[in-house]
Nanobody, 122 residues
Framework: QLQASGGGLVQAGGSLRLSCLAS????????VGWFRQPPGKEREFVAA????????YYTDSVKGRFTISRDNAKNTVYLQMNSLKPEDTAVYYC?????????????????WGQGTLVTVSS
């Protein structure tokens, strides 16, 4: 079970840190991804981190602004979001899979959290 938190309302240029807490102690064995779903649009990939060597991968629109990281001791993956833009407004979801490589498709993840809303005002 995954629980995403940390969303909220922020002005453009501001920052938020999202957290994805897992209930399983084997969380360290999972590749974890963050996705987002803007209003009226499909869910899209944002970032992912593998379990094996903490390889990270980002969609182009967030490179240099967002950072994904994990703390296996706390069963938590974070998404630090800086320089937020109105187009970052979306419901953010975390997902996990036993893949050993970075995966970016919604269909490739087996486990999903409930989502947390991020609203960026202009």
């Amino acid at each position: 079970q995954l629980q995403a938190s940390g969303g909220g309302l922020v002005q453009a240029g501001g920052s938020l840190r999202l957290s994805c807490l897992a209930s399983r102690s084997t969380f360290s064995l999972y590749t974890v991804g963050w996705f987002r779903q803007p209003p009226g649009k499909e869910r899209e990939f944002v970032a992912a981190v593998t379990y094996k060597d903490d390889t990270t991968y980002y969609t182009d629109s967030v490179k240099g602004r967002f950072t994904i990281s994990r703390d296996n001791a706390k069963n938590t993956v974070y998404l630090q979001m800086n320089s937020l833009k109105p187009e970052d407004t979306a419901v953010y979801y975390c997902a996990a899979d036993l893949s050993v490589v970075v995966i970016t498709r919604v269909s490739e993840y087996d486990y999903w959290g409930q989502g947390t809303l991020v609203t960026v005002s202009s």
